[in-house]
């Protein structure tokens, strides 16, 4: 588990710094599909991986307006602001965590119930659904997208032991 967080977190810094070349326009240029824009993708993605973690945690969720983080540097502050506790979380995971039931009240009154498990593995999924549309989008804008190669970024090494 810890290592494919671990790799969504290299591969989205490497996106940060890819966006420190464009221009804030065309971080926010009004694009087809994932969150409209490149800049909101990334702002979604980070979001919505905090907001996840702290609801395994028990905690309280509440989503942030995008509205207030229109700009590379804020997203990344929240990024590292909210890496802290995500980072905790996932460090600490162990196998005996994997069938914890978290239960879900929908809009409609259903409650679903979900393993933590499926939860952590939709949170990474979710990351790199959207990392597609970013290189997508960097093909289109005719800048070469950044590798989503997982080989090559020295992630074994870490958990070989």
């Given at each position: 588990?810890?290592?494919?967080?671990?790799?969504?977190?290299?591969v989205r810094e490497d996106w940060f710094r890819w966006c420190e070349e464009l221009s804030e326009e065309e971080l926010l240029q009004n694009r087809t599909?994932?969150?409209?824009?490149?800049?909101?993708?990334?702002?979604?993605?980070?979001?919505?991986?905090?907001?996840?973690?702290?609801?395994?945690?028990?905690?309280?969720?509440?989503?942030?307006?995008?509205?207030?983080?229109?700009?590379?540097?804020?997203?990344?502050?929240?990024?590292?602001?909210?890496?802290?506790?995500?980072?905790?979380?996932?460090?600490?995971?162990?196998?005996?965590?994997?069938?914890?039931?978290?239960?879900?009240?929908?809009?409609?009154?259903?409650?679903?119930?979900?393993?933590?498990?499926?939860?952590?593995?939709?949170?990474?999924?979710?990351?790199?659904?959207?990392?597609?549309?970013?290189?997508?989008?960097?093909?289109?804008?005719?800048?070469?997208?950044?590798?989503?190669?997982?080989?090559?970024?020295?992630?074994?090494?870490?958990?070989?032991?």
């Amino acid at each position: 588990m810890q290592l494919f967080f671990k790799y969504n977190w290299m591969v989205r810094e490497d996106w940060f710094r890819w966006c420190e070349e464009l221009s804030e326009e065309e971080l926010l240029q009004n694009r087809t599909g994932g969150m409209g824009s490149i800049l909101h993708t990334l702002f979604h993605i980070v979001d919505v991986e905090w907001s996840w973690i702290r609801l395994l945690q028990g905690k309280t969720d509440f989503q942030e307006s995008f509205d207030g983080f229109k700009n590379l540097k804020k997203v990344r502050k929240l990024e590292a602001e909210y890496h802290l506790e995500v980072e905790k979380f996932v460090n600490e995971w162990d196998a005996s965590m994997e069938n914890h039931l978290f239960y879900d009240t929908l809009a409609d009154g259903r409650i679903v119930t979900d393993t933590w498990g499926e939860i952590m593995r939709h949170i990474i999924a979710h990351e790199i659904h959207h990392i597609g549309q970013l290189s997508i989008w960097a093909r289109e804008i005719g800048i070469k997208p950044v590798s989503a190669n997982l080989i090559g970024r020295g992630l074994a090494s870490h958990f070989s032991k």
